[in-house]
Structure formats: structure tokens, C-alpha cells
T-cell receptor, first 111, second 111 residues
Framework: EAAVTQSPRSKVAVTGGKVTLSCHQTNNHDYMYWYRQDTGHGLRLIHY???????EKGDIPDGYKASRPSQENFSLILELASLSQTAVYFC??????????FGPGTRLTVL | GMPVEQNPPALSLYEGAESGLRCNFS?????VQWFQQNHRGRLITLFY???GTKENGRLKSTFNSKERYSTLHIKDAQLEDSGTYFCAVGGASSGSWQLIFGSGTQLTVMP
């Protein structure tokens, strides 16, 4: 069974502060993704990576950076958190084509 | 218009009833993934299809890439089926194989 974990599960941050969200997968998957979900909406892609030490921009990358230091780990970094970045963030992994496996989500509140 | 449209936006069913959810997309896609998002916010994968039809218990899903739609059929609805159902379509655009999500169908099953 695919396993994707995220930490922290929830976080409160102050405007202008730095936030790092972490994702870890134990499936040896090549692709990893960061999505955000706003209340009442579907998920949108922020960044993705298909190999360690390389990241690519998704549909809504502004205000976010990503880091893939190893195949297993993928981080999302908010250098200067803003109110508009309050959302639930999901990490996912995928081997090649096909099904994506999602983590439990991180609820971020920026005050 | 929206690249992925889900209908209906909301649906109420009595226990034991059945209904279908529909997902239309604007361009040819390679696969569809259906999720249930429960009250805790967790995304549970129901199906991934690259073609044809799959069944799992009371659920059945169809994916028609050529005609650009997918359906999810629920029969003998149970209270635990309540939640938001998302379809997400995937393709090789920009090499990311990202999932593009619809806005969801909020299902309420009533006793």
C-alpha cells in the first residue's frame, strides 16, 4: 500500500513568516506533487518534481518554493506567508503514469 | 470554461437510493481518478481508470476519453457515503501528468 505522510498536520503562521511543509513517501515513486485546496473547491497544482534535486512549477507557483532533496522527500516553502495562503495543502506521489497517492493534508492558517 | 466540470454540484439521496455523478472535461485526457473527501478532509481514492469501466461493491465508474466524460454511479446509498466527491483528470500536458480537479459534488445521504 502506497504511503505518503505529511508534517505538520496543521500549522498556524504569522503573516510574513517562513513556513515549511514536509512530505515523505516510502513507495520509491518518481513523481511528487504539492496541491492546495481552498474551502469549497478542488485541488490546484503548485509545484511538482519528477526526480531528486529538481522541481517544476505547476499552475499556481507564485509565493511558493519547492525542494526535493531526495526521492523520498519533497518540501513546500513559503518564504513570506500571506493571508491568501491559508488553505489545506496536499502532497501526492506517482510512479509513472496512473494513479496518484495522496497524503492526509496539512491545514495551514496564516494570521 | 472550466477544464473539468462536475455535475451536480450537490445531491441529496435517501438511504438505499442510487444516483450518478458526471465529470466532463474540455480536452482529451489519459485517465481519471475519483475521490471521496470525508468530513476529516482526507482524500480517499475510489477509482483510477485509463479506459472503460470499473466496479467496486456499490460503486461503478466509467471513463470515455474520446467523448470527454467520466461517471461515478452509487447504488444502495449508505450514510457513510456522505461527503464531497471529486473527479480529477490526468494527461501528459507539460510533462507533469498532473491531475486537474473538478469543483466536486457534495453528497448528503439521509436516513
Amino acid at each position: 500500500e502506497a504511503a505518503v505522510t505529511q508534517s505538520p498536520r496543521s500549522k498556524v503562521a504569522v503573516t510574513g513568516g517562513k513556513v515549511t511543509l514536509s512530505c515523505h513517501q516510502t513507495n520509491n515513486h518518481d513523481y511528487m506533487y504539492w496541491y492546495r485546496q481552498d474551502t469549497g473547491h478542488g485541488l490546484r497544482l503548485i509545484h511538482y518534481s519528477y526526480v531528486a534535486d529538481s522541481t517544476e512549477k505547476g499552475d499556481i507557483p507564485d509565493g511558493y518554493k519547492a525542494s526535493r532533496p531526495s526521492q523520498e522527500n519533497f518540501s513546500l516553502i513559503l518564504e513570506l506567508a500571506s493571508l491568501s495562503q491559508t488553505a489545506v495543502y496536499f502532497c501526492a506521489s506517482r510512479l509513472d503514469r496512473g494513479e496518484q497517492y495522496f497524503g492526509p493534508g496539512t491545514r495551514l492558517t496564516v494570521l | 470554461g472550466m477544464p473539468v466540470e462536475q455535475n451536480p454540484p450537490a445531491l441529496s439521496l435517501y438511504e438505499g437510493a442510487e444516483s450518478g455523478l458526471r465529470c466532463n472535461f474540455s480536452t482529451t485526457m489519459k485517465g481519471v481518478q475519483w475521490f471521496q473527501q470525508n468530513h476529516r478532509g482526507r482524500l480517499i481514492t475510489l477509482f483510477y481508470l485509463a479506459q472503460g469501466t470499473k466496479e467496486n461493491g456499490r460503486l461503478k465508474s466509467t471513463f470515455n476519453s474520446k467523448e470527454r466524460y467520466s461517471t461515478l454511479h452509487i447504488k444502495d446509498a449508505q450514510l457513510e457515503d456522505s461527503g464531497t466527491y471529486f473527479c480529477a483528470v490526468g494527461g501528459a500536458s507539460s510533462g507533469s501528468w498532473q491531475l486537474i480537479f473538478g469543483s466536486g459534488t457534495q453528497l448528503t445521504v439521509m436516513p
